[in-house]
């Protein structure tokens, strides 16, 4: 009678990118938050403090509160400015409600801030490479009186505006390949230009590592939130090279399909991702396989 021989067991390889998760300005805008629930119960933000869901629904638990009118705010309250920054005009409209104002603005969003608000002051039509519906590119544009030219396609930047001398800047999460493709296609009309690269290091670190990751890996998981910028470009990145990628908020949404014939999965994640996040969906996938 022959044996049964015994099958070894294949092996999977989780390998997680080094700066995954949590960036600075996102990890202080929370804790700015934790401080001042402990010491006052409650804050009013207007619009997310960060694009992420699961954090916002525990934030929300504590006593954060969410709201899209300033007028929703008590008078007196405590208001802390999201990690995007916001318009001066609504500044103003908050300070009316006689709000105690802490401003959790990413200090990379506030330098972006200011070099478009110095482009302005000096006449020169500023020129923003991003989501033009994003909240970060929005507080930017307030700082030119809303006079500034956004595009997030390069097919989409105009001839006429020839003349001028331009300024450029760029939503801190934006990728750099845009950044360049509107450049090259401002450079062919115009030659007075002026660049300031103000793609935040997280970002631009976050997604080498994920084009690096995928190239290696025979799946990518992206873990943050489907509504967070820099997540939703670490996916497409990742896609980019060819390899199978799916962009996921919690480890509830993996599926025991997308690991059949894998045996190395790279594992990525937003700025706006904290660690236990990763941890679960790490802990998940092995378990599942």
Not at 3 to 30: I, N, P, W
């Amino acid at each position: 009678m022959k044996k049964k021989t015994k099958q070894k067991k294949s092996f999977l390889q989780v390998q997680v990118a080094e700066h995954a998760g949590f960036c600075f300005g996102v990890k202080r805008a929370v804790e700015m938050v934790e401080k001042i629930l402990k010491e006052n119960g409650q804050v009013f933000s207007c619009g997310p403090l960060i694009h992420n869901p699961q954090v916002i629904e525990e934030l929300k638990k504590k006593g954060f509160c969410v709201v899209e009118n300033p007028q929703e705010i008590p008078v007196g309250a405590v208001f802390i400015i999201r990690s995007h920054g916001i318009t001066p005009e609504l500044v103003k409209q908050i300070k009316k409600r006689k709000a105690r104002i802490v401003d959790a603005t990413c200090p990379f969003v506030k330098k972006a801030q200011k070099i478009a608000r110095d482009f302005y002051s000096q006449g020169w039509q500023v020129v923003i490479c991003g989501d033009p519906l994003h909240a970060e590119v929005i507080g930017i544009n307030a700082q030119t009186q809303n006079t500034a030219l956004i595009f997030d396609d390069s097919s989409k930047v105009p001839s006429d505006i020839s003349g001028k001398r331009i300024g450029i800047l760029c939503q801190t999460t934006q990728k750099i390949a845009l950044l360049k493709e509107i450049i090259q296609k401002l450079l062919e009309n115009n030659k007075s230009l002026v660049i300031e690269n103000t793609i935040c290091l997280d970002s631009s670190t976050k997604q080498q590592e994920a084009v690096d990751l995928a190239k290696k890996v025979d799946l990518m998981i992206v873990v943050g939130g489907k509504n967070s910028s820099n997540t939703t470009k670490l996916a497409q990145l990742s896609r980019s090279t060819g390899t199978k990628t799916f962009h996921i908020e919690t480890e509830k949404e993996l599926k025991k399909d997308w690991l059949k014939g894998v045996k190395k999965v790279g594992l990525t994640a937003g700025a706006s991702t904290p660690q236990k996040a990763i941890e679960r969906v790490v802990a998940k996938i092995r378990k599942m396989f």
